[in-house]
C-alpha cells in the first residue's frame, strides 16, 4: 500500500474531525457607489493634398484639443497622448503609386475627477473641427476606499454565515482556519468600465456659436468581493 505524496493535493483536503469539525463558507459582498473618474477619448483628423499640409493641419488641431483641454487645470487629473499616423491615399485609377491626398489622425486621452466641467469640455471638444470625442467611461480607482470596503464586507458576511451554521448545530465557531479571496488570478482591468457612453464627430460648425453643454449624469459603480472561509467549531451533540 502506498502512501500520499508530500505534494499530492488530495492529501491536503481540509477535512474536519469529530474533534474539530469544519465550516467551509463564502462571504459575498456587492456595493454601488459613485463613480470617481470619468475618461474621455478625442481623435483629431487632417486631410491634405500633400504631406506637409496634412501634417501641419494636425498639429495645429492637435495643439488646439490640449491647449482647451488644459484650460480645465485640475479638473483633468491625467492628459496623454495615444497613436499618431499620417497615411497616404492612393488614386484608385491610374498606373503607378501616385497619391491622392493624405490623411493624419492623432488621439488623446484625457481622465477628469470634476464631472461638473465634464459636460461643457466634451462639448467644446465636440464642435471642433474634424474632431471626434468618445466616452465618457465612467470608473473608480485602483485604490479606492470602496474596493476595501467590499472586502471587509465579504469577511464579515462569511464570519457571519459560518456563525448561523455553528448556531444550527447548537455550538460555536472556534477557529479560523484558512480565508482565500476568490478571482485574485482573473482580476478586472481598470479600464475603460461599462457604461454610458457618447459618441460624436464634429466638423465645421454652421454658427459660431457655443453649442449649449451636455448634462452628463455619472454612472454608479458596481464593486464585487468574494471570500472563501474555513473555521472549525466545538463539537456538537447531534
Given at each position: 500500500m502506498t502512501t500520499p505524496a508530500a505534494d499530492d493535493p488530495q492529501h491536503f483536503l481540509p477535512y474536519g474531525t469529530p474533534d474539530a469539525p469544519r465550516i467551509a463558507v463564502r462571504g459575498e459582498a456587492h456595493l454601488e457607489v459613485d463613480p470617481e473618474i470619468a475618461?474621455?477619448?478625442?481623435?483629431?483628423?487632417?486631410?491634405?493634398?500633400?504631406?506637409?499640409?496634412?501634417?501641419?493641419?494636425?498639429?495645429?488641431?492637435n495643439a488646439t484639443v490640449l491647449d482647451l483641454i488644459k484650460t480645465y487645470g485640475d479638473a483633468v487629473e491625467r492628459l496623454e497622448t495615444?497613436?499618431?499616423?499620417?497615411?497616404?491615399?492612393?488614386?484608385?485609377?491610374?498606373?503607378?503609386?501616385?497619391?491622392?491626398?493624405?490623411?493624419?489622425?492623432?488621439?488623446?486621452?484625457?481622465?477628469?475627477?470634476?464631472?461638473?466641467?465634464?459636460?461643457?469640455?466634451?462639448?467644446?471638444?465636440?464642435?471642433?473641427?474634424?474632431?471626434?470625442?468618445?466616452g465618457p467611461w465612467w470608473a473608480l480607482r485602483p485604490n479606492s476606499p470602496a474596493h476595501r470596503q467590499a472586502r471587509r464586507q465579504?469577511?464579515?458576511?462569511?464570519?457571519?454565515?459560518?456563525?448561523?451554521?455553528?448556531?444550527?448545530?447548537?455550538?460555536?465557531?472556534?477557529?479560523?482556519?484558512?480565508?482565500?479571496?476568490?478571482?485574485?488570478?482573473?482580476?478586472?482591468?481598470?479600464?475603460p468600465a461599462a457604461g454610458s457612453r457618447m459618441r460624436s464627430m464634429s466638423y465645421a460648425a454652421a454658427e459660431d456659436t457655443a453649442a449649449a453643454p451636455l448634462d452628463l449624469e455619472p454612472q454608479r459603480q458596481h464593486v464585487y468581493a468574494q471570500v472563501n472561509a474555513r473555521f472549525t467549531m466545538a463539537p456538537p451533540k447531534l
Open positions: 475618461r474621455i477619448g478625442v481623435s483629431v483628423a487632417a486631410r491634405g493634398k500633400d504631406r506637409r499640409t496634412a501634417l501641419d493641419d494636425l498639429t495645429r488641431r495615444g497613436a499618431f499616423s499620417i497615411t497616404p491615399q492612393l488614386k484608385e485609377k491610374g498606373r503607378g503609386e501616385r497619391v491622392h491626398a493624405y490623411h493624419g489622425r492623432v488621439h488623446v486621452t484625457a481622465e477628469l475627477t470634476d464631472f461638473t466641467a465634464l459636460g461643457e469640455l466634451t462639448t467644446r471638444l465636440a464642435d471642433l473641427d474634424l474632431t471626434r470625442v468618445d465579504a469577511v464579515k458576511e462569511a464570519v457571519q454565515r459560518a456563525r448561523e451554521y455553528a448556531e444550527a448545530l447548537g455550538t460555536t465557531l472556534a477557529a479560523l482556519v484558512e480565508l482565500a479571496d476568490i478571482g485574485a488570478e482573473n482580476t478586472q482591468p481598470l479600464a
